[in-house]
């Protein structure tokens, strides 16, 4: 997700509306872990998440992508978001903002169209029987991540559809490889933990974890 590069310099609109489906909203930080660069700040929000960044610059404070948003929820003249960390730790993400009502529509307006995007573009039952079929074969020249890239890249899964094909996999490594894929393929990325559940360790859930949250640096 990237910054819009016409934002250099801000008018003191608390709103500025960039390119490519990313709007920015000027807030203030009042987590104090975030804090200690500046407390002047860019909210930028896009399908892909939001991205907190210096309003001087426009360098990153925080990055945070859609499936490790739990919720959020709006506070007198603040908006709080509570995300999921590389350990599947809880924390959350205080923001001053007078725009608290503007940021929610825009929000929800994200997440309904990618849920109906995604939604019309999900592979129905019969298609989802013939992947686990082929997954569970394990014969033919494809390997197991090859023949689920094949069938389902430009294509969504719900997380529950995505558990059973991520249970399919029986090598470790192919099935962290496997997640990967389908954590930016589903329709539900919000249950994007349900998959995580065919895991034994926790050190290869927060394996999995991590390498997402790297992703966005």
Not at 73 to 83: G, L, N, T, Y
Request: glycine residues 4%; contains cysteine.
């Amino acid at each position: 997700m990237g910054a819009a590069r016409s934002i250099s310099r801000l008018s003191e609109a608390p709103i500025v509306r960039a390119e490519n489906g990313v709007t920015v909203f000027q807030v203030d930080i009042r987590t104090p872990s975030l804090s200690k660069r500046t407390d002047k700040a860019l909210l930028e929000i896009s399908k892909f998440g939001i991205r907190v960044l210096d309003r001087a610059d426009n360098q990153v404070i925080k990055a945070i992508a859609m499936s490790l948003i739990h919720s959020w929820s709006p506070e007198p003249r603040s908006i709080v978001f509570v995300c999921t960390n590389g350990s599947m730790e809880l924390y959350s993400i205080d923001l001053g903002t007078t725009q608290c009502n503007e940021i929610l529509s825009c929000l929800q307006n994200i997440v309904s169209e990618v849920l109906r995007t995604r939604k019309e573009r999900a592979l129905n039952e019969t298609e989802v029987c013939s992947l686990l079929s082929s997954l569970n074969r394990q014969c033919g020249t494809e390997s197991q991540l090859e023949v689920l890239k094949s069938r389902v890249e430009g294509r969504f899964l719900t997380s529950e559809k995505a558990f059973l094909v991520a249970s399919s996999f029986s090598d470790t490594f192919d099935k962290m490889e496997a997640t990967l894929f389908l954590q930016s393929h589903l329709v539900d990325q919000n249950k994007f933990s349900r998959i995580l559940e065919t895991f034994e360790s926790d050190e290869e859930r927060q394996n999995i974890w991590h390498r997402i949250y790297v992703k966005l640096y």
